[in-house]
């Protein structure tokens, strides 16, 4: 009765799209664009900006991501309660996710979160210009 979060990717099947799990417990997960804004001539494919929304314009200059995961556990641990955690995904000590007690889910703080970042050079892009 209770589901785990997992993280899935849509596969192309013939005509169909399926579903493909990834990885369970992922609860949630937030991209920050890089974005190489040097004056023209001096781009050098290192970021200079981050942001969640590049407009039309920035997205040729995007040169790396940073993506960042809410890892929850998936097995219940009643004694344990996260409600006084929060968690920042983005880096910007803005709370992105805190679990709440809700009378219709008592037990949704009863799970262990972890927050794991990774920073992604997109090569085709930053190497080009760094060389």
């Known amino acids: 009765g209770r589901p785990i979060p997992t993280l899935t990717r849509q596969e192309l099947a013939g005509s169909t799209m399926t579903e493909m799990a990834l990885a369970e417990g992922i609860e949630r997960m937030a991209l920050l664009y890089g974005i190489d804004n040097a004056p023209a001539g001096a781009l050098d494919g290192v970021a200079d900006t981050y942001t969640t929304t590049p407009?039309?314009?920035?997205?040729?200059?995007?040169?790396?991501?940073?993506?960042?995961?809410?890892?929850?556990?998936?097995?219940?641990?009643?004694?344990?309660?996260?409600?006084?955690?929060?968690?920042?995904?983005?880096?910007?000590?803005?709370?992105?996710?805190?679990?709440t007690l809700d009378l219709a889910t008592p037990a949704a703080c009863n799970y262990k979160r972890k927050v794991f970042s990774q920073l992604v050079q997109l090569r085709n892009i930053a190497q080009r210009r760094g060389m």
Not at 61 to 82: A, C, E, F, I, M
Not at 90 to 99: E, H, I, L, S
């Open 55 to 99: 407009g039309a314009a920035d997205w040729a200059n995007v040169v790396s991501v940073r993506v960042t995961l809410l890892v929850r556990s998936t097995v219940l641990n009643p004694q344990y309660d996260d409600s006084a955690k929060t968690y920042d995904l983005n880096g910007d000590n803005v709370v992105d996710y805190q679990c």
